[in-house]
């Protein structure tokens, strides 16, 4: 073969730290053989004049978290995120279980092939907003009779658990198969955008064993209309599964306009 040095040179922005160019290319651990990988700012480019570089500079004013991707490069998370409020906290199930006014919350996403079907369980403290994500499952090929094996093993299978009601069959199917708490969601015109409303007050906590919750929430992002650029008021269908299970679980608390349902005080052991 002839003697030559072969090369391929990739450039880009770094956008999710959750993205497979991280691990491949930057994270030492898991780097890709031979690879040589180096991070440039505009603070290198010297072709820039004035008016570019006051460009870059206002970005730390206006979009301090874009800022550090474009400006800084450094990883970062996606533009136009879902959901803000959140983080990896590593906290005590049990503690926080037995507390007053607790909440269990169960969701459950259809998937088979090229889907994952996608359980969300979480505890709600609905007095101080917060979400407290502590278990999932994630996983494609799920059969009926694989997700109630799951859901028992798991201890689930006498929750309350709200499915996607476009699957009215499979639901079926899992209370015959044991899983009687098993409901189907609501469906309506706005009820994707309620439930997203709702989500947003709240600050979510996520276990780190819940690993694909935390790279689903990280690239959950509002659609973008392609003629102006601008952001729809919808997200966008992909990175949507766990995401759809955590607004499954949360209806039986949201009331239309994506508020907090009120309850009788005695309804919450007050």
């Known amino acids: 073969s002839p003697d030559f040095f072969k090369q391929i040179t990739v450039t880009f922005n770094p956008w999710s730290e959750n993205h497979w160019l991280k691990s491949y290319f930057f994270d030492e651990d898991t780097q890709a053989y031979d690879t040589f990988a180096i991070t440039t700012t505009y603070k290198c480019n010297e072709w820039l004049d004035e008016q570019d570089r006051a460009r870059y500079e206002s970005l730390y004013t206006k979009n301090p978290r874009r800022a550090k991707i474009v400006c800084d490069g450094e990883w970062g998370v996606a533009d136009g995120l879902v959901y803000e409020k959140f983080k990896q906290k590593d906290f005590d199930i ?17 998937g088979y092939t090229n889907d994952p079907t996608a359980l969300c369980c979480s505890l709600v403290d609905l007095e101080n907003q917060i979400i407290y994500i502590f278990d999932e499952h994630y996983e494609n090929g799920m059969s009926n009779k694989r997700i109630a094996s799951v859901l028992e ?25 044991g899983i009687k708490g098993i409901r189907g969601s609501r469906k309506g015109k706005d009820s994707i955008m ?9 600050q979510i906590f996520i276990h780190p064993k819940c690993e694909n919750f935390y790279k689903e929430i990280n690239n959950y992002i509002f659609d973008t209309d392609k003629k102006t650029g601008k952001r729809l008021n919808k997200p966008v269908g992909n990175f949507n599964h766990l995401m759809d299970a955590l607004r499954y679980s949360l209806e039986p608390y949201i009331k239309k306009g994506g508020k907090l349902k009120s309850f009788h005080k005695s309804l919450l052991g007050l």
């Open 94 to 110: 049990e503690e926080i279980r037995g507390r007053a006014n607790i909440k269990s919350a169960f969701g459950l996403d259809y």
């Open 153 to 177: 093993k798991k201890g689930y299978n006498k929750e309350r658990i709200i499915a996607d009601c476009a699957n009215p069959k499979d639901n079926d199917e899992l209370k015959s198969l």
């Open 194 to 202: 309620n439930g997203v409303q709702f989500i947003q007050d709240f």
